[in-house]
């Protein structure tokens, strides 16, 4: 499967990443050689089977209502690239 | 033309849990900034999420509650977008395998007529941080401590025909969660929150009209206004010959309009698929007898309690039943007073009227049932009039004391004493020698006078019924 | 003395031979002389390392040793170890200093085992060479012109050059069995669930595993007994008994059954490691065991199957990677869509935005059935054609690689040609199943391995038949000379 440059700069855009301009021939290129490989599931016949999301088909195990966490902020925050007033800074958003 | 609106509600209840729906941070409203943001809400390199078991349970009772399918298998899926609220890159919720599915409930319009609306499912998911745009330095601050607060997406059918159906099926939605105690259902708080799906069609047509979605809208006034307003521009922009687009709005209480937001405008890809981070959700019949074992009495079934048992009216029922705080408020009141009628009255009338005028809620009343129960009392057996007994209430309200103590300290006891009535019913007719012969010429109107002036000389405290009988023997003199 | 085994070692310590002072300091010293040069540590913590050491002696003068106290080893750069930074091999979380520790790491440490550093990796674990590392690549001791696999590249390094007595590693696709197999150690990857994923950076959620990298199968027991088990924090550990894995390392091989994927030794194999690898099946003949062939056909199929989940949960997997709370935040960003777009952009390096951008496109609208649920369907019937081998032996035994090291740079422009030389690892991870690679012989002077792959929590029997096969070989001895 061949991907065009438009549906990469779709699916860019969807992962904000900037893709370059002088990196933009040869992400398509590899993306489409990927996809090509990816595309030999095409040719298996897969009805009816179901999807195998965790390999020993567990289900949930559940937590009980407790709160167990204390308030770590400061050390949380002593790594964000920007915090002020116990807030991490964003450039504004605009609703 | 005439125009059909068609309406659909997506109602995000917060689930009123102790922890978080994925960690072990408190759901606490109100704490500073991210204080109660963990390693999984802040969502830290390696940190993975544990499903809170009493997030499931009140999912379930949700779904008992509406009569609902229950999901016996559910599967969290992420819903990827980017956003700075939203720190993982993607939200956890259900979307093919949902915890519960179609149910329906019955809404009462203002006719009285009833109509059924279906709930096309209910979900489990997280709710986001939130974003505040206050200037901080000319960025926006970002608060993670709603990140992770479990929310019940409820989804109902386009089954809704106008902004008031949609108030009623919005209030009995919150009737039935805060009846069974799933969420506070804290509007001011964001514990309830609604988003309106609308849209309009030619009257009789089948096929439904391009919809729009009002998101977040936290009142149920607002609900009523923000749907108006927005059916309106549907009709302005059809018949003057334009299309409506299909996006999402924001509703502006001030300016009583709604305006598309911005930052939703190109069409997102949520690239739904299974949360590998956590297994699918799986539930037996014991479990979900066990939620059902637990539920409370719901909302219709104690209208038709209280119909029977107290003798009220179709109306009484249904008002004091509205929520689980009244109707418990009312059944303490009966408890001590053994009047349903006085203590619905009084329930309906002078606490309603108290807590309106103070804008509290029941649970903040500052005048108990008990003590409610107590003044009544006090009528019945004869201390205080019932216009006095208003007074008094009055003064329990602003917390001046209990119903003994406000009539014992303002001197309010009823005077049953015919000898001291007697002598002012006696003043009043030599003061008032004219209406008195008016009165004995056959102005009967004129009865009303003599009580008033005589429960004016009491200071409203004589026995009415008393004054009543004397007043009459003695004014045929 | 840095020769020794993990298990040699520990009985060194017991027996007061040497304090893990001592042995402590003799690494560090060998890791100043050659990690310059093989690059196998981003980050070498000499000081902590040293504290835990005097504090194991301490424990061990008190009386209170257990068999991993003041054993110095390396975490792969992917664990989260509060208060280290914690790099996964990434620009992105080059300033990361995690604020908690991985839950592997911590059994590890309450054990007694002394830290001496991060080990290099494959950016986010993507990769097969270790060589997309933002700290640039870990060399191959046994010759350093080529890679030492990866992802957990630079683990493999520093056991094999014997920079640390063992490490730990992840495996999503065979990056602990390759590395391994590159460099002439022994990995385990062991069951899905077995070992707690909570603080280990996640690469694809469904596949990913933590494991011991050592010299010997034997090594491997010790520190599986330690990491294994079930844990509260992370759904996907499996609740259920943890078995004493070195209780069985000494049970014969009679009676075994040992079956041949006869997919496993197409015409892509290299005839070196088939003759290496059939070798070692005569040696396990001679113990015991019985062979005979078997099918796994899709095997082939787990190529795209892999290269389909493992880029689609990683796309969602590094959304969180967004400049606000940690790690990489661009310069002056002039809005919300700049900061993102830039800080990912910046902070990711190639494969990893390749992988991004290929998983984000198999779970976009439209593809999604084409790609990621067909995959997720394949993957059930590589489960399936598994558990059809089980029925007829006990274990199921093949080359861990295709091919030796390749050459540094050799296959770095080329993705698919680097994806190819999985294809004899990632099968068991779809299938969650564990298994234990074991050098076995060398090809031009470059060790080759072999793995037995086992049913579902059959780690002790898969160590059993290594170290039995250790006990009669001597593969697992043979070091690089530095």
Same mark, same amino acid.
Not at chain 2, 359 to 387: F, Y
């Given at each position: ?17 900037? $893709? ?59 790594? !964000? ?15 | ?36 943001? @963990? ?65 329906? =409930? ?78 506070? *259902? ?10 309106? #799906? =609308? ?37 302005? =922009? ?17 300016? #009583? ?183 004995? @010429? ?36 | ?42 980050? $070498? ?37 509060? *208060?280290?930074?914690? @790099? ?128 010997? !199968?034997?090594? !491997? ?46 015409? *892509? ?47 969602? #997997?590094? @959304?969180?990677?967004? *400049? ?33 951008? $290929? ?88 060790? =080759? ?14 160590? #059993? ?18």
């Amino acid at each position: 499967m061949s991907l065009d440059r438009s549906q990469v700069e779709n699916v860019a855009q969807l992962a904000r990443l900037q $893709v370059s301009e002088d990196a933009m021939s040869e992400t398509v290129a590899s993306l489409s050689s990927i996809l090509d490989l990816a595309d030999q599931l095409q040719k298996i016949n897969t009805d009816g089977v179901e999807p195998l999301s965790n390999p020993l088909d567990a289900t949930a195990r559940l937590r009980a209502d407790d709160v167990t966490e204390s308030n770590q902020r400061d050390a949380y925050q002593s790594i !964000a690239p920007s915090a002020t007033d116990g807030l991490y800074l964003v450039p504004k958003v605009i609703e | 033309m005439e125009w059909e609106t068609v309406i659909g509600l997506e109602i995000h209840v917060q689930l009123s849990t102790r922890s978080k729906i994925f960690s072990g941070s408190s759901t606490q409203y109100g704490a500073e900034p991210n204080t109660q943001a @963990s390693l999984v809400d802040l969502a830290m390199p390696g940190a993975l999420p544990v499903f809170n078991e009493n997030a499931l349970r009140k999912a379930v009772a949700f779904g008992l509650a509406i009569d609902a399918h229950i999901g016996k298998r559910s599967v969290f899926d992420r819903k990827n977008y980017f956003y700075p609220d939203s720190p993982k890159g993607y939200q956890i919720t259900q979307m093919d395998e949902p915890i519960v599915g179609l149910g329906e =409930v019955d809404i009462v319009l203002d006719d009285g007529s009833t109509r059924t609306i279906g709930v096309t499912r209910a979900h489990l998911e997280e709710d986001a941080g939130k974003s505040l745009h206050e200037d901080f330095e000319g960025m926006t601050g970002i608060d993670l401590n709603r990140a992770g607060t479990p929310l019940l997406e409820i989804v109902s059918e386009p089954d809704l025909r106008s902004a008031k159906e949609a108030v009623a099926y919005l209030k009995k939605i919150h009737s039935i969660v805060t009846y069974i105690g799933i969420s506070d *259902g804290n509007m001011a708080e964001g514990s309830l929150r609604c988003d309106a #799906n =609308v849209s309009i069609r030619p009257k009789g047509q089948t096929e439904f009209g391009t919809r729009t979605e009002i998101k977040n809208i936290n009142s149920f006034k607002f609900v009523e206004k923000a749907i108006n307003v927005e059916v309106q521009r549907h009709i302005d =922009v059809i018949e003057d010959g334009g299309t409506i687009t299909q996006e999402t709005r924001l509703y502006d209480a001030d300016k #009583n309009e709604t305006r598309s937001m911005r930052s939703k405008e190109f069409a997102n890809d949520y690239r739904y698929f299974p949360e590998p981070d956590l297994l699918p959700v799986e539930i037996d019949d014991a479990y979900i007898q066990d939620v059902r074992d637990h539920l409370p009495e719901l909302p219709d079934a104690k209208i038709e309690r209280f119909k029977a048992d107290y003798s009220l009216s179709d109306y009484d029922a249904t008002v004091l039943a509205a929520s689980r705080a009244m109707a418990d408020y009312f059944e303490a009141v009966v408890d001590v007073s053994k009047d349903a009628k006085l203590a619905a009255n009084w329930c309906m009338g002078e606490l309603a009227g108290q807590l309106n005028r103070y804008e509290q809620e029941i649970s903040d009343s500052p005048v108990s049932a008990a003590d409610l129960g107590l003044l009544i009392q006090r009528i019945q057996d004869n201390t205080v009039s019932n216009k006095i007994a208003k007074t008094v209430f009055e003064a329990m309200f602003r917390g001046e004391g209990s119903a003994d103590e406000i009539i014992e300290a303002q001197g309010l006891k009823q005077v049953s004493d015919s000898g001291a009535i007697e002598a002012m019913i006696d003043e009043v007719i030599a003061a008032n020698p004219g209406q008195v012969a008016d009165y004995r @010429s056959g102005k009967d109107k004129l009865f009303g006078f003599f009580v008033g002036q005589v429960m004016k000389a009491s200071k409203g405290q004589a026995n009415p019924a008393q004054v009543n009988d004397i007043l009459k023997s003695k004014l045929q003199g | 003395m840095l020769d020794k085994t993990l298990t040699q070692l520990s009985a060194g310590l017991a027996r007061g031979d040497f304090s893990s002072v001592e042995l402590t300091q003799a690494y560090l010293e060998r890791i100043r002389s050659h990690n310059a040069d093989l690059n196998a540590y981003i980050t $070498v913590t000499d000081e902590i390392a040293l504290a835990q050491a005097a504090r194991a002696d301490e424990q061990r003068a008190a009386g209170n040793a257990n068999p991993l106290t003041g054993l110095p080893i390396a975490h792969k750069d992917i664990f989260c170890t509060e *208060g280290v930074r914690t @790099s996964c091999g990434s620009r992105m979380l080059d300033n990361f200093i995690a604020p908690y520790e991985s839950t592997v790491t911590a059994r590890l440490g309450s054990a007694g085992a002394v830290m001496l550093g991060k080990t290099n990796l494959d950016e986010f674990a993507m990769g097969s060479s270790t060589e997309s590392s933002y700290y640039g690549p870990t060399r191959n001791p046994w010759n350093r012109e080529t890679v030492p696999g990866g992802s957990s590249g630079g683990s493999a390094t520093a056991v094999a050059a014997r920079l640390a007595a063992a490490a730990t590693g992840t495996d999503t696709g065979g990056s602990i069995r390759q590395p391994a197999a590159f460099t002439g150690i022994t990995g385990l990857k062991p069951t899905y669930g077995r070992v707690s994923r909570w603080g280990m950076i996640a690469y694809g959620s469904s596949l990913d595993c933590g494991g011991p990298m050592t010299q010997t !199968a034997e090594d !491997a027991a010790l520190m599986l007994n330690t990491i294994a088990g079930f844990d509260p924090k992370d759904s996907t550990s499996m609740d259920r008994p943890v078995d004493d894995y070195k209780a069985r390392l000494n049970e014969p091989l009679a009676g075994l059954r040992i079956g041949l994927p006869k997919e496993y030794f197409g015409d *892509g194999l290299n005839e070196g490691i088939r003759a290496a690898v059939m070798a070692a099946v005569s040696e396990l003949e001679k113990l015991g065991a019985t062979v005979k062939e078997i099918s796994l056909p899709r095997t082939e199929l787990s190529i795209p199957a892999y290269y389909i989940i493992a880029p689609a949960e990683a796309s969602t #997997n590094l @959304s969180r990677y967004d *400049g606000v709370r940690y790690g990489y935040r661009c310069q002056d960003p002039v809005d919300l869509e700049d900061l993102y777009k830039r800080s990912r952009a910046e902070g990711f390096g190639a494969e990893v935005q390749r992988r991004i951008l $290929v998983g984000t496109y198999a779970l976009s609208a439209g593809y999604y059935d084409a790609y990621y649920k067909k995959a997720q369907q394949l993957r059930r019937l590589i489960r399936d054609d598994f558990q059809t081998g089980f029925r007829e032996v006990d274990v199921i035994l093949a080359p861990t690689t295709p091919s030796p090291a390749w050459t540094l740079g050799e296959k770095s422009n080329d993705p698919v040609a680097m994806y190819l030389e999985d294809i004899y690892t990632l099968s068991t991870n779809l299938a969650g199943l564990p298994a234990l690679a074991l050098p076995c012989g060398q090809v031009s002077g470059l060790p =080759v391995g072999l793995q037995l792959i086992g049913n579902y929590f059959e780690e002790s029997h898969l160590l #059993n038949i290594g170290h039995q096969y250790q006990q009669a070989t001597n593969w697992h001895q043979q070091s690089p000379v530095l």
